[in-house]
């Protein structure tokens, strides 16, 4: 399901944070932009890239 989004000026004061919920029984990797509202997204754990690819 596609979301709306709001493009951030490059320079911005971001402060982007990435965390493990494992609250919920299913747990989730969470990225969000604590500097922010509504800044975040989550992804299963099981389907949430690993950093090495990444690199």
Request: charged share 25%.
């Amino acid at each position: 399901m596609p979301q709306e989004h709001t493009p951030v000026a490059d320079g911005s004061d971001a402060e982007v944070m990435a965390s493990i919920d494992a609250s919920a029984s299913s747990p989730s990797y969470i990225i969000a932009d604590i500097s922010r509202d509504d800044a975040w997204l989550s992804v299963r754990e099981a389907d949430a890239p690993v950093l090495a690819e990444w690199c």
